[in-house]
């Protein structure tokens, strides 16, 4: 059960504003990206079609605070924490490190939820199968 889980990305020129700076919206991107690679690891859907059952995580509250700049080509490891684990909503942290150093740190709130009545999204529990291959890491964890 993991409780933390990584992937690395390289800056991209067009994930760069006109000072060669990695844009503010690409962390959120990237964000998303290891949530992704984090499910399919766990070889868990992030979203389902499948009536009735859990359709997926939107987010009800994002942030992130920026400490160094990323830059052109540089190389950086995303590392997604499992903060909190609620009955309908999890908490990922993740932290941006470039050659060790932190320099960006993101945090991500997701409901689970299903189509209600009239496609209406509806909260939802965390399914069993997806509440089993997640572990809350302890604060140390993500200790800078």
Partial sequence: MPSEFSITRTVEFAETDMAGIMHFANFFRWMEAGETALYRSLGLPLISFVPGQVVGWPRVNVSCSYRAP??????????????????????????FRKAGVLCAEGEVTAVCVTAGEKGVMVSAP??????????VAPPAAWAS
Wanted: aromatic share 12%.
């Fill in 126 to 135: 965390i399914p069993a199968e997806v509440r089993a291959k997640l572990q």
């Fill in 70 to 95: 990323l830059r052109f080509n540089d190389t950086v490891e995303v590392k997604l924490f499992v903060k909190k684990l609620g009955t309908r909503s999890v908490v990922y942290l993740f932290q």
